[in-house]
Structures are given as C-alpha cells and as structure tokens.
C-alpha cells in the first residue's frame, strides 16, 4: 500500500514529461523519498546503492532540468490559485552557500566573509511563492536559479553613476520584472486576481510601472526616499516621500503578527498613515533605457509605526507602494495584513535550507544542483503546507493528508495504551500529535508547534512507516 508521500508525489507530477515513462516513474519515486526524509543526504534518503546511483543518474540526464520538473508543480498551484478570487504572489532572492563543496563546478559569487574578505561561492535562487488571502501557502508560481559571474565589490559614486545608466535587462534586479511577467501570463482563472508582494529590494521604477501597465496590483515596501509630487521630470527636489508621509494624519491603529528576533511571532500595535503621490522617471536615466516609456505613476503610501515596541525588538516602520483601494480602513487593515505574508517567503527559504538541507548536497556540478534545489523547493512547500494547514483548515480530516494506516499509527505512537478513536483525527489534532513525535510538549501555555517540530516529526512517522511495511513484508514472505 503507498504512503502519503507516494500518493501526493503521483497527483503532484502526474503530468511530468522528462522524455521517457521509466524516468517519470523514477523520479516520483525519488521525490516521494526525499519527502519522507528531507533532512537526509541522497545516499540516506534512497538507501541501497542501486536507486543512489539511478537518482544521481537521473539528475545528471540532458532531458531533465529545473524547468521541467517545476512545470507540472506549477500547474497544480495555478488550479489551487483558481478557487481563490485573491492571490498573493510573494518573491524573493536568496543565496545557497557551497563554499566548502570545492569539487562543485559551475559555482558563482553570493558574497564575502571574514576579516580576508574570502570570497564565497554558491547559487542565487528567485522565487514567487502563491499564498493565500488566509496565508495558506498554494505552491511555487515561478523560480529561477543561476550562478553570479561577477563578484560584488564595493562600488565608487562614479561606479555607481555608470551602473544606475545600464538598462534594467543588463542588471540583476531584472529578476523582478522577469517573474512579474512570467507570474502574470499564467492561465489563471478570471476571477482570481494577483497581488505582487516585495520588499525593499524590488522598490525599482521599472518594476512599479511594469505592474501598474499589466494593470496588476502591488504592495512593495518602499527603500528610496524619493522626490515625489513633482511637475516635470527634470525638476531637482522638491519633496521627499518620508518628509511627506510624515505629515499626513493618522487615519487608524492596527495590530499585526511579526517575526520576531527570537525568529517566532509577536504581536505588533501600528498606527497608520495614507497619502496618495505622483512619481516620475528617476531624473539621472537615459529615456532609452526605459524604452521612452515615461509615464508618471499615480501610486498610494501606507506609512505604519509601531507603536512602543517591546524591550529588545525593532521597532516595525514600514512604508508600502500600493495602487489598491485604501480608503477604508476594512481594506487598509487588508493591505497590512497581507504584506505581513511576506514572511512565508522567508520561512520557505527556511525550510528549504534547514528541512530540506540543500546546501549540505554534494553534487559535482550546477546543473545538477539545480535540477535538485527545484525537486527540493516542490518538498519544502509541501513541508511548509503541512505545518500550515493545521491552523487554516483545522476541522477538515486528517485523511487529506495522511493514509488511515498513517494516522492510526502516529496515534499509536502517540498515545500509548488508549483504543484507537472510530472515526479520523482532525488535521489540528494530527498536526499537533505529529509535532510531538518530534519534540514538541504541547502543553497549555505552549505556542502552536512550529515548522522545525512538525517536520521532524514527520520524518519520525515516515521512518516508523518505513519499519512497518518492511516487517509486514518479511511476515507475509
């Protein structure tokens, strides 16, 4: 009988194509492995040196590539995005160290460390993540992953002057508008619309017009205290966002949920400002770089404070670039509540790294590396959904996610010595027992489980599994 992971893995990439049935075959049984034991190397995960050797082969085949093992994954995200009439489309970057995988060819540039400034070499990854207007993560929408050439170095003003004059597509922020548009012409259904979540590093122009011309709607966290409001393009300051933001009256209080620097939640009491603004052209950019394209843009400002933040914590100021309707305040606290889903993002690249432990893979060359970092984001958004699911849909059946075999014996295990209950547990309740198995109290006064406790305990109840139908196999023989 298949197990939870083998049943997920054939609906999620039932219409995988990598050029032959056998290596379709071969690679859900490798991915549904490695969801039952993400946090272990290929040789742990796929154990007898018959599947090591057919997974290292199938990693390393011309007809497999990152694009096509996340396309069918895609196209499951966009159905779950099709029953929700909101969607948030969250991106970001991050870096995957493999400094000490000094075999690896291929590598790029992500950085400098120590007082030698030793250069550090590894891949960058982009990704739009789908959440939910409740925070349910649905899945990746698009991600690319490539090797920086270059090294940063620390740039002069005359640097920096030749570097703003390049054009977009000649710069790395060009992954932005590259996955604005690849998020933007998915076949999603009509009556869902998307909403593109950034922080600070995407507060281009380029970006902010691109979404407002494919009329989509943003909120993007502002980094540039920029001249707004001015009448021509070539007038030099008039005044700043920040200076006028300031002076608008406070139009409401809300309190959020924020990631703390002890990386778990607190609650945050903001008092909020909005103000609407013009912005032209960056005054120092050659017309041709933005393709003669120079529309002022009519944009709206959401300036929220914490109000006297805890002893210990940053106090929470941001200033969000939106073209949604914020005149009241149901659809203000909307706006604030969605950015603060950025975080899933983060906690993405957290489980992707730390649950799913890429950057401890020892892979010989890049491409390889990345053939397995898209296998293994489609495995840590689905460690991340179950972690999730929990507190979204508390009520629906365990059986969504587990086999009856599967949660009869996280029952067993879990409570010793009580009968087993005639009808399944709850996805709360399975979610909480799993957490404990690996290492989670649950006691009254405890937080919910976080992701680290549910995703090791998941991997004790795979592991359990695993035992079981080994035993059965050798009694029934």
Excluded at 78 to 96: F, H, M
Aim: proline share 3%.
């Amino acid at each position: 009988m298949d197990c939870s992971a083998i049943i997920w893995a054939k609906q999620e990439f039932a219409r995988l194509s990598l050029g032959d049935k056998r290596r379709d075959k071969r690679f859900v049984n490798v991915i549904s492995q490695m969801m039952q034991q993400s946090e272990h190397s290929i040789c742990r995960a796929q154990g007898v040196w018959k599947n090591i050797k057919a997974t290292y082969r199938l990693l390393d085949s011309e007809e497999v590539s990152a694009d096509k093992i996340l396309s069918p994954h895609i196209e499951k995200t966009v159905e779950r995005c099709s029953q929700e009439k909101i969607i948030l489309a969250i991106q970001d970057t991050t870096c995957l160290n493999y400094t000490k995988r000094e075999k690896t060819h291929g590598l790029g540039f992500i950085g400098v460390r120590g007082k030698n400034k030793k250069r550090v070499k590894g891949l960058q990854m982009h990704t739009t993540l789908a959440v939910s207007t409740e925070g349910e993560p649905l899945g990746i929408l698009h991600q690319e992953t490539w090797a920086r050439l270059h090294q940063r170095r620390h740039r002069t003003k005359k640097d920096q002057y030749q570097h703003r004059l390049l054009p977009i597509k000649e710069k790395e922020s060009c992954k932005w508008v590259h996955s604005l548009f690849e998020v933007s012409f998915l076949p999603l259904s009509e009556d869902t619309k998307i909403i593109h979540i950034a922080d600070r590093e995407s507060d281009l122009y380029e970006f902010l017009r691109d979404i407002i011309d494919l009329e989509g709607s943003m909120i993007i966290r502002a980094n540039h205290d920029r001249n707004i409001n001015k009448k021509k393009r070539s007038d030099y300051a008039t005044e700043r966002l920040w200076t006028y933001m300031e002076k608008q009256p406070c139009v409401g209080k809300s309190e959020v949920e924020v990631l703390g620097s002890n990386h778990q939640l607190r609650k945050a009491r903001l008092k909020i400002a909005v103000g609407s603004f013009t912005l032209h052209p960056p005054r120092n950019i050659s017309p041709k770089l933005l393709d003669n394209n120079l529309r002022v843009l009519s944009l709206k400002a959401v300036f929220i404070k914490e109000v006297r933040p805890p002893k210990g914590e940053k106090c929470v100021e941001w200033m969000l670039l939106t073209n949604l309707d914020v005149s009241e305040g149901k659809k203000l606290k909307d706006v604030i509540r969605w950015y603060t889903y950025r975080w899933n993002i983060e906690l993405f690249h957290k489980v992707l790294k730390s649950g799913c432990s890429v950057e401890k893979c020892q892979l010989r060359t890049a491409e390889r590396l990345k053939n397995f970092i898209a296998m293994m984001s489609v495995v840590a958004w689905r460690l991340f959904w179950l972690s999730r699911t929990g507190r979204i849909h508390p009520l629906k059946l365990c059986t969504e996610i587990l086999t009856e075999k599967e949660w009869k014996l996280l029952f067993i295990q879990t409570n010793a010595g009580k009968p087993l209950p005639k009808n399944p547990l709850t996805v709360k309740e399975s979610i909480l027992l799993i957490a404990k198995l690996g290492g989670y109290l649950g006691r009254h006064s405890d937080a919910p489980p976080g992701m680290i406790s549910v995703w090791r305990g998941w991997m004790a109840l795979m592991e359990s599994e695993k035992v079981m139908n080994t035993l059965e196999a050798y009694s029934y023989g």
